[in-house]
């Protein structure tokens, strides 16, 4: 414990004793309630971030919020089949994944990613699980995608069609973090997995969690209503709204936004696009007012 307090440091010691009080309503509305936190961005290749991160769900689980973390891992799956000399090609924002690509995202998902991100986890305590989204969670089905009015193979892509929670909620029960990866098993070939999108992946699973509330961490301070003009970030918005918006979007926001949509139209309360760039961003997200990022509203 540090030493007591001198004059010049009550200004800064109120400050953060302002901070704390302003969180007492959020830690009421949402003790024991479950968030799913889709993991991503800057802070899933960034050391420092990485940490904050992992803080982050460790203190949300000891204020009483029962986190679950979902995460992707497309920088790190690019590097390793840049090392294996596999190129990685693209079709409508999605990954076209072969047999041999697939083998790769699904080490480097459930290897790699789950397990550093549960390791500094631990670092807390003996909280994180890691879950493999093909392991009893999750069930997909293949997607293609139109490229120019043409359909596309996509290869091992798929969408998320069923999820049984009851993998979650015991680990939840057990006072653990679940961290899942975003894969699933083909419903129509069984043995086979699919590559799933993340952001879409934590959706489903927040509204067949009923959780709170979904946040998606990615790389940018949130939802523009003029991009690139920074002074048209919108902080809260209505589904119906975003829904009309959704189309005039970038590309790159297009599936967070759509998840988010689809969160709340599942019954999910709310759910934000936060800049995982910043430190703790997640905390001021929950516990503040003003919060940070976009938030979807009903």
């Known amino acids: 414990m540090g030493g007591r307090l001198m004059d010049g440091d009550m200004v800064t010691a109120a400050a953060k004793a302002a901070t704390l009080i302003e969180s007492l309503p959020w830690l009421k509305h949402f003790h024991g309630r479950i968030m799913v936190v889709k993991f991503g ?37 690019s590097a390793a089949l840049a090392e294996r000399g596999i190129a990685s090609t693209f079709l409508g924002g999605y990954r076209v994944t072969t047999p041999e690509v697939f083998e790769v995202v699904r080490e480097v998902l459930t290897g790699q990613v789950s397990g550093e991100l549960a390791s ?53 029960d057990a006072g653990r973090i679940p961290v899942v990866s975003s894969i699933a098993p083909d419903q129509a070939e069984p043995g086979q997995s699919l590559n799933v999108n993340a952001d879409a992946a934590a959706a489903a699973l927040a509204v067949a969690l009923q959780a709170a509330k979904l946040v998606i961490l990615t790389n940018v301070a949130g939802l523009y ?30 599936p967070k936004m759509t998840a ?12 934000a696009i936060i800049d995982g760039r910043t430190p703790h961003s997640i905390l001021l997200e929950v516990f503040t007012q003003g919060g940070v990022g976009t938030e979807v509203v009903r």
């Open 225 to 254: 209503r003029d991009w690139p003009d920074e002074s048209s970030l919108i902080s809260v918005i209505p589904a119906e709204e975003l829904r009309g918006l959704l189309p005039r979007l970038e590309s790159g926001m297009i």
């Open 260 to 271: 988010c949509l689809d969160a709340v139209d599942g019954g999910v309360e709310k759910a």
């Open 41 to 77: 961005g800057n802070a899933m290749v960034d050391d420092e971030l990485k940490r904050s991160f992992a803080a982050d769900m460790v203190y949300l689980r000891h204020v009483g919020i029962r986190p679950v973390v979902v995460h992707g891992g497309g920088p790190q799956i």
């Open 120 to 172: 500094l986890i631990d670092e807390h305590g003996d909280f994180a699980q890691a879950l493999p989204g093909d392991e009893g969670l999750f069930t997909g089905r293949r997607r293609g995608a139109l490229i120019g009015g043409v359909p596309a193979d996509l290869g091992l892509v798929g969408d998320v069609v069923g999820v049984d929670v009851r993998p979650i909620l015991e680990l939840l």
